[in-house]
């Protein structure tokens, strides 16, 4: 099957839905009809797919009666059976059929039913207005957040079951069963050639909501986005740990994207990305792109990353430092002489070294940071600050080159003094973020609030 074609644009929406149904087998010779229940798996305003536990034959005229939530009628049509296939690791037949005989008001019923949980429209909605994210909560219409900022759309509240309906019908029969048993689930879908969403499906107080991340699938060059140029310079390094750093959503992902594309174009590399879920589809130029999602493809990080090893690549992207084994997988794949790009979550450099080492227990802290200073390339620290000379925000980063002065502060825990390394280092293409911000305010890009707030707040953490 494939997972990242288009979402499938049928001549009429189909809502995945469990509803108990009833179906009746007319017999052709005497006319008689005979009940038999079943459960309803999906709907469109022209056919509807369920659950049998019989092979129903091609073409049998069925008559068929069903009741919509919160719908006070019974909807009672005719259908003609048009597929029929053994569901994968279930006992039970899957039956497509097609409506034949639909009065208006249960068609009208029905549309109603599906347009309501139409999550195109709501994907739709978000790239028309610009916004980084859409969030599906009970109790609230959809909101996105524009600019950093949350937007209710104007649209009803959703309901605790409502979720489940909009995002089960973008997930495979798998995927759901993933999710049911685990509580969490991440996942990409394309929605069009343009424009990719990365799906966080969760719980809460018992019921599903979601995070959707719109990513524009066209990876701009590092000039469009700001990259510093330095950054080019680790993703032609044959060796050593590169790490991208920085708060949810500011935008580690696309950066490390820029990178894979540079040696993309530059090099015959065999380039493995391990991510949760896949953002941006690499096509092979230059290099070939063997792109692995956790969850899918692999069952984490850690274990992709060893295996990795044994695939014969040039460079890993690991799309999250999230353990110690990973870490210490990481490490040593550099140290064997691959170029590792990892992302991780931290506010700074001295916090991103910090933390990592922080991460294994307290007595094994001087290794870890010993290996890090012999294997550590540099670490890029990203913000995206609201702009004022247009919509959007624009990227500000810290870049540190791990130079031998920097080398020997990390192996004798001295963290502190990081930031006065990046702040002599503009010979080596350092940059600290509070040149970046003052940089953007001398250009009228953000204003003197925006450039205080963010000073302070990433000098406090230093």
């Known amino acids: 099957m494939l997972r990242y074609t288009l979402l499938e644009r049928r001549k009429f929406y189909r809502v995945y839905i469990r509803l108990p149904i009833t179906y009746e087998v007319i017999n052709a010779k005497d006319n008689t009809t005979k009940a038999k229940d079943a459960t309803a798996l999906d709907l469109s305003l022209d056919s509807i797919y369920f659950k049998t536990d019989e092979v129903l034959p091609l073409g049998l005229g069925l008559n068929i009666r069903f009741q919509l939530p919160k719908a006070k009628g019974i909807i009672q049509a005719a259908i003609k059976v048009a597929r029929v296939e053994a569901i994968e690791k279930e006992s039970g037949y899957g039956t497509g059929a097609e409506f034949v005989n639909l009065s208006e008001g249960n068609k009208d019923e029905i549309k109603r039913f599906v347009e309501q949980l139409n999550i195109h429209k709501l994907l739709e909605a978000t790239i028309k207005k610009g916004a980084s994210d859409l969030h599906l909560a009970t109790g609230l219409p959809p909101v996105v957040r524009v600019n950093g900022e949350l937007v209710a759309l104007n649209m009803p509240k959703l309901e605790d079951e409502d979720i489940a309906y909009l995002m089960y019908s973008i997930m495979s029969r798998e995927q759901i069963k993933r999710f049911e048993r685990d509580k969490e689930l991440d996942f990409g879908i394309q929605f069009d050639m343009g424009n ?92 070939i792109i063997k792109q692995r999602e956790v969850g899918i493809d692999t069952d984490s990080f850690s274990i992709a990353l060893k295996s990795s090893l044994r695939q014969d690549p040039n460079v890993i992207v690991v799309g999250e430092l999230d353990d110690a084994e990973t870490i210490k997988t990481a490490i040593a794949a550099a140290e064997a002489g ?36 012999n294997c550590l390339k540099g670490i890029v620290t990203q913000v995206l600050i609201p702009r004022i000379d247009k919509p959007g925000r624009v990227l500000a980063s810290e870049v540190i ?57 990433f000098s406090k953490y230093g």
């Open 196 to 287: 990719r969403f990365r799906v966080n499906l969760h719980q809460q107080r018992g019921f599903p909501e979601a995070t959707l991340r719109l990513i524009n699938t066209s990876i701009d060059s590092l000039e469009e986005l700001k990259i510093p140029e330095v950054v080019k310079d680790f993703a032609r390094l044959k060796d050593g740990l590169v790490l991208i750093s920085g708060p949810t959503g500011s935008g580690k992902s696309t950066t490390i994207a820029a990178m894979v594309e540079i040696v993309n174009r530059e090099r015959t590399a065999v380039v493995i990305t391990l991510e949760r879920p896949i953002e941006y589809v690499h096509t092979h130029i230059k290099s």
């Open 338 to 373: 691959y170029l590792v790009i990892a992302s991780f979550h931290a506010p700074n450099s001295m916090q991103t070294i910090d933390r990592l080492a922080s991460i294994f227990p307290a007595e094994n802290r001087r290794q870890v940071l010993s290996q890090l200073s």
């Open 401 to 457: 080159v791990v130079t031998d002065a920097a080398k020997r502060i990390i192996r004798h825990d001295e963290l502190i003094q990081l930031p006065n390394i990046i702040q002599t280092g503009a010979s080596y293409k350092m940059q600290t973020m509070s040149d970046i911000v003052k940089k953007y305010l001398q250009q009228g890009i953000i204003d003197e609030e925006t450039a205080k707030f963010y000073s302070e707040e």
